[in-house]
């Protein structure tokens, strides 16, 4: 079983590996960083290389480099994470044909790679996430409106909620109350709880438990700190509790939701984020779609 290293530091682009199984065009590994398909979240892109020394067979030679680097072009997540693969470069054949038609040639079982994200698209996707956080806690606060979905990219990204319908004012309300909240610079960690605590002790509403699977135990809590706990008394953000239990401030945190995918340290990061539109899904049900400013002129509205 991959060891998901994401879960525990998702700030991390570069990682070292082992390949533990290659099958057809994709591989597994002992350990990994790529961020698999979920939760609205795509997945990372970015290369696998083997490592210096790391070949099973020995180093390559200056020909053989190009056989040595592939494309991480899918990461999924289903008894364990798989990571397709396509070769670096395309290379032509004897025969004049692209070898990008042909089978992959993997890196070896026990061979030692490097991975390296796509460090721009995983810094989109997390500050998007994080943005839609805020905004499905800033509905539920002042719109008892639950989140009933969602789906971000690197440039836009859209919400599901349960309610009749939202007008401008609502979404002018909407926009200029979440980029508030992103300005608080607000703290956001993470930590496991047992499923039973959660269930226990966490507003549902908010943390979305109902939605996962019975078959998980342990949860990963993505929580976003209230804006006393952001601001220490000169101003300055305070530092944050060891641990990332959550009780490193005695003010109620902003939100608490289960999520295994990434984040930003602090909602500032995320910049200005401008609602976009909305749409009706269906019976008591609407979208909001939204996106970052520096993103809006390329915008398909109809995400």
């Known amino acids: 079983m991959t060891e998901e290293l994401y879960l525990a530091d998702d700030a991390v682009t570069t990682f070292e590996a082992t390949v533990e199984r290659a099958l057809d065009d994709r591989v597994v590994l002992d350990r990994t960083h790529f961020y698999p398909t979920g939760g609205g979240q795509p997945h990372d892109t970015g290369t696998l290389r083997v490592a210096d020394g790391g070949a099973i067979d020995g180093e390559?030679?200056?020909g053989e480099a190009a056989d040595r680097r592939w494309r991480v072009v899918d990461v999924r997540k289903k008894d364990t994470v798989y990571h397709t693969l396509e070769p670096a470069e395309n290379r032509t054949s004897e025969a004049g044909d692209s070898s990008a038609t042909d089978a992959v040639a993997l890196p070896e079982p026990g061979t030692t790679v490097v991975g390296e994200i796509d460090a721009a698209r995983r810094r989109a996707h997390s500050r998007y996430h994080t943005a839609q956080h805020l905004l499905s806690a800033l509905l539920l606060d002042e719109f008892d409106a639950r989140t009933t979905g969602n789906q971000l990219y690197d440039d836009h990204a859209h919400l599901d909620a349960a309610y009749e319908r939202f007008d401008e004012d609502d979404l002018a309300r909407i926009e200029n109350r979440l980029n508030e909240l992103v300005a608080d610079r607000r703290p956001v960690r993470s930590y496991t709880m047992d499923r039973e605590e959660a269930e226990a002790t966490l507003d549902t509403d908010?943390?979305?438990?109902?939605?996962?699977?019975?078959?998980?135990?342990e949860l990963r809590i993505v929580e976003i700190g209230a804006v006393e706990e952001a601001e220490g008394g000169d101003g300055d953000a305070v530092e944050e509790a060891e641990g990332g239990d959550g009780d490193g401030c005695d003010a109620e945190p902003y939100d608490r939701t289960a999520c295994a995918g990434t984040h930003v340290e602090h909602t500032d990061e995320i910049g200005e984020v401008v609602v976009t539109g909305r749409e009706t899904k269906g019976s008591d049900e609407e979208r909001v779609r939204f996106a970052l400013a520096e993103h809006v002129g390329g915008v398909d509205d109809g995400s």
């Open 60 to 62: 390559p030679s200056e």
């Open 206 to 217: 908010r943390t979305r438990i109902d939605l996962l699977p019975d078959s998980i135990a």
